[in-house]
Nanobody, 124 residues
């Protein structure tokens, strides 16, 4: 069983940056690919970014490509989402997730463990 805890969310002005952290415990972190998803009020959770087990392959949603960067440090059991050039439309609850698949996958149904989420609010 893997537990995931997100941190680093908050309020930022448009054009600013935030780094989200996802700390894992209770499992073999390096055995999982990781993903970040977000959810807007009243909407389904949507894919943001994913990284494979070793960190040398990534995939992004078109809406964040070139602005967000996913990374991981297996020795620290932590995944990150660096978010730059933030826009008001990035405002959402952000979730990290882990999948027993070791390769990247944007499909939320493939993820086995989820954090509780962290709020990101971008003001205009």
């Amino acid at each position: 069983q893997v537990q995931l805890v997100e941190s680093g969310g908050g309020l930022v002005q448009a054009g600013g940056s935030l780094r989200l952290n996802c700390a894992a415990s209770g499992g073999s972190f390096s055995a999982y690919a990781m993903g970040w998803f977000r959810q807007f009020p009243g909407k389904e959770r949507e894919f943001v970014a994913t990284i494979n087990w070793i960190g040398d392959d990534t995939e992004y949603a078109d809406s964040v490509k070139g602005r967000f960067t996913i990374s991981r440090e297996n020795t620290k059991k932590t995944a990150y989402l660096q978010m730059n050039s933030l826009k008001p439309e990035d405002t959402a609850v952000y979730y990290c997730a882990a999948t027993r698949l070791i390769y990247t996958t944007p499909d939320s149904k493939n993820y086995d463990y989820w954090g509780r989420g962290t709020q990101v609010t971008v003001s205009s």
